[in-house]
């Protein structure tokens, strides 16, 4: 449950999750990034699954949309998802200052139709946390986004996993690095780290370790030699920051297991 805003500062909220908003008015209740429902004596109606999460526009500061409801009646919409639902986020007070207690209350609803409604939500958001930057992706291929995907590490490659990690006997992986075009002389030449400090020896090599600008059209080789001189149970964290001018660095880490020289 997080989202890049406009200015590609990434906003998480996953202290959020499933956290309950009811609107008296019409009887909808919102449970955020998870769903959306109508509550009557007759039963409960759902009207979507959270799908995703976006920057919003105007005066609305994110959106999210809710998919696949119930279909009843709803049988010829769009893609059949069934009923559907997207909520508005404000990041502050309602415009007509309806939350009484303080911020985190809806604003509104209004329904577009029996099968779609629009939410209006006002929260106290997130502090914004690192600039990402967005499009840019490494992977074992020059299509795959294995280790990073669209600025953002993943699972895996965030830290030192001994599930994740390379054998004793490979001495040399190979990365691929791609970014948009036009934002692609922004990165850097990438440095690496070894933890701990002795007993793997690594060195980087490659169009990648040169500096040279990522596309997706032209992706840029970054191979990681690395030769085990210190033998060890556990296993070697490789640490790679690429720089990123005007945004945070990419960071991820390679897991090494040196169990013989």
Known sequence: ??????????????????????????????????????????????????????????????????????LQHCETSHDKRGRTA???????????????????????????????????????????????????????????????????????YEKAYKDYSFDTDQSQVSLYMTAIASVSKLVQKPTVTVSPETGLEVTLSGSGADGSPPTTLSPTLLDINWRCETARDSPYEVQLTIPVEGYDPIQFSLTKMCEYQ
């Open 1 to 70: 449950c997080y989202v890049i805003d406009n200015s590609s500062y990434i906003h998480d909220f996953s202290q959020w999750l499933g956290h309950p908003f009811e609107y008296d008015g019409v009887d909808y209740a919102i449970r955020f990034c998870k769903d959306v429902e109508s509550r009557a004596q007759q039963g409960y109606v759902g009207f979507g699954r959270f799908n995703y999460f976006v920057a919003g526009s105007g005066r609305y500061d994110f959106v999210q949309e809710f998919y696949n409801g119930d």
């Open 86 to 156: 997207q909520l508005n986020i404000i990041c502050g007070d309602c415009p007509n200052g309806r939350c009484k207690s303080g911020l985190d209350c809806v604003c509104n609803v209004t329904s577009e139709s029996d099968c779609r409604v629009i939410v209006e939500l006002a929260i106290a958001c997130e502090k914004s946390g690192q600039r990402v930057f967005e499009g840019f992706t490494v992977g074992f291929h020059p299509r795959s986004w294995e280790v990073v995907y669209n600025g953002m590490t993943q699972y895996g």
